[in-house]
């Protein structure tokens, strides 16, 4: 089993559509979480953080239940730009050693 | 603010090749990573560094790969020799270390080699 698994998609969705990922890792001693963002060619950037509280940063929100090892990531208002690999990423304490999901393909639409 | 930069951007060698590829952190970052990322797959760490020591390497084939960060800044990463399954984009990253000696996560990533390996 993956430590970190994701769909890897594609999700086709037209402009200002709403699109949720999920997540799921299997190391219960996890305790940071994040999405990173990956557009094609390039190199993963910090999308957010994911705290078990859940937040929110403009269109973008996450939530983390720790009881069942999920963690999504919500969109809404898509925009063409919002087009891209979402990597659902995971790290123990010690370390700060990060374990990445193989991603999700996001494709936004006009 | 510079960001990672690593050179060179892409490489092709035949199997059986050596190959090294550089990366140079963001100024500050006592912490450095090697990931490597096949295609269709989110990166895999290879080594990290916390300044000029090795953190953790458990996922490196020692076998062939060698990474080295002697005086804590810039890095080398070699492969010798190379197989066909090396084929990939080998990304730097790096971040900071608190005061307090706790990691802080944000790791910011290298533009990435391309590796190709006929």
């Known amino acids: 089993r993956k430590e970190v698994e994701q769909d890897p998609g594609p999700f086709n969705v037209p402009e200002g559509a709403t699109v949720a990922f999920n997540c799921t890792y299997s190391n219960s001693a996890s305790q940071s979480f994040f999405w990173y963002r990956q557009d094609c060619r390039k190199e993963p950037k910090l999308l957010m953080s994911?705290?078990?509280s859940g937040n929110e940063d403009g269109r973008f929100t996450a939530q983390l239940n720790r009881a069942s090892q999920y963690i999504s990531l919500l969109i809404r208002d898509s925009k063409l730009s919002d087009s891209a690999t979402y990597l659902c990423v995971v790290a123990q304490e010690y370390g700060n050693k990060l374990v990445f999901g193989a991603g999700t393909i996001l494709r936004v639409k006009s | 603010e510079a960001g990672v930069a690593q050179s060179p951007r892409y490489k092709i060698i035949e199997k059986r090749q050596s190959v090294a590829f550089w990366c140079n952190p963001i100024s500050g970052h006592a912490t450095l990573y090697w990931y490597q990322q096949i295609l269709g797959q989110g990166p895999k760490l290879l080594i990290q560094f916390q300044n000029n020591g090795v953190v953790d390497d458990s996922q490196l084939p020692k076998d062939r790969f060698s990474a080295e960060r002697l005086k804590g800044v810039d890095s080398t990463l070699k492969i010798q020799p190379a197989k066909l399954e090396d084929s990939a984009v080998y990304l730097c990253?790096?971040?900071?270390?608190?005061?307090?000696?706790?990691?802080?996560?944000?790791?910011?990533f290298g533009p990435g080699t391309r590796l190709t390996v006929l």
């Open positions: 990253a790096s971040s900071l270390v608190s005061a307090l000696g706790h990691y802080v996560n944000e790791q910011f």
């Open positions: 994911v705290y078990s």
